[in-house]
C-alpha cells in the first residue's frame, strides 16, 4: 500500500534473517557449552558476543519495525 516504504520494509527483512543466523549460532554456542565437561572460557566469550549482537539487532529491529509500523496504522484508521 505504501511503495515508498518498501525499502524500509526490505532492511527489516533482512534483519530477520540475520536474526535467524544469530539466533542459531547462539543455540549451538548454548549447546556446546552445556556439554563441556570443563571451563571453556573461548567459548563463554563467544557466547557472550552472540548475546551481545542478538540484543542489540532486536533492540534496534523493535525500535524500526515501531517507528514504521505504528504510523502506519494510523493511516489505515484514518
Same mark, same amino acid.
Given at each position: 500500500m505504501?511503495?515508498? &516504504?518498501a525499502?524500509?520494509?526490505e #532492511?527489516?527483512?533482512h534483519d530477520h @534473517?540475520?536474526?535467524? @543466523?544469530l539466533l542459531d549460532?547462539l543455540? #549451538?554456542?548454548n549447546?556446546?557449552? *552445556? $556439554?563441556s565437561e570443563?571451563?571453556d572460557?573461548?567459548?563463554?566469550e563467544?557466547?557472550?558476543? =552472540? !548475546?551481545? *549482537?542478538v =540484543?542489540? !539487532? &532486536?533492540?534496534q529491529h523493535? =525500535?524500526?519495525e @515501531?517507528? !514504521?509500523v505504528?504510523?502506519?496504522l494510523? !493511516? $489505515?484508521q484514518?
Open positions: 505504501y511503495p515508498k &516504504l525499502p524500509a520494509f #532492511i527489516l527483512g @534473517e540475520y536474526l535467524d @543466523e549460532k543455540q #549451538i554456542q549447546d556446546q557449552l *552445556a $556439554r570443563i571451563e572460557k573461548a567459548l563463554a563467544e557466547l557472550h558476543k =552472540t !548475546l551481545v *549482537a =540484543t542489540d !539487532l &532486536l533492540q523493535l =525500535t524500526d @515501531e517507528d !514504521l505504528i504510523p502506519i494510523g !493511516l $489505515r484514518g
